[in-house]
């Protein structure tokens, strides 16, 4: 039952998720770079090193940010049925 009590649940998380992580990801490259816009993979004007950098970076801050929000929800709602969900 918890199961399907956090699926909605897990995708409004996830959404959030998406959101913290796309925000948080600015602002670190912005501090890093000293550039307010991160480059994209189709930017001709900037280098392979570069392009490269900004897509681990983003990557690992989205698998670290969901990840702690999967966490979260899934303790929260432990806490709130006595059941870890699937």
Same mark, same amino acid.
């Given at each position: 039952?918890? +199961? !399907?009590?956090? +699926?909605?649940? &897990? !995708? =409004? =998380? #996830?959404?959030? @998720?998406?959101? !913290?992580?796309?925000?948080?990801? *600015?602002?670190?490259? +912005?501090?890093?770079?000293?550039?307010?816009? @991160?480059?994209?993979?189709?930017?001709?004007?900037? #280098?392979? &090193? /570069? !392009?490269?950098?900004?897509?681990?970076?983003? #990557? @690992?801050?989205?698998?670290?940010? *969901?990840?702690?929000?999967?966490? &979260? #929800? @899934?303790?929260?709602?432990? +806490? =709130?049925? &006595? /059941?870890?969900?699937?």
């Amino acid at each position: 039952m918890s +199961k !399907i009590a956090y +699926k909605p649940v &897990g !995708i =409004l =998380l #996830g959404v959030a @998720a998406g959101a !913290i992580a796309g925000y948080a990801f *600015k602002e670190v490259w +912005k501090a890093v770079s000293g550039d307010d816009d @991160a480059p994209n993979a189709t930017d001709e004007d900037r #280098g392979w &090193g /570069e !392009i490269l950098a900004a897509a681990a970076l983003q #990557g @690992a801050i989205f698998a670290l940010v *969901k990840a702690a929000v999967d966490r &979260g #929800g @899934a303790t929260g709602v432990r +806490k =709130l049925t &006595g /059941e870890w969900p699937d």
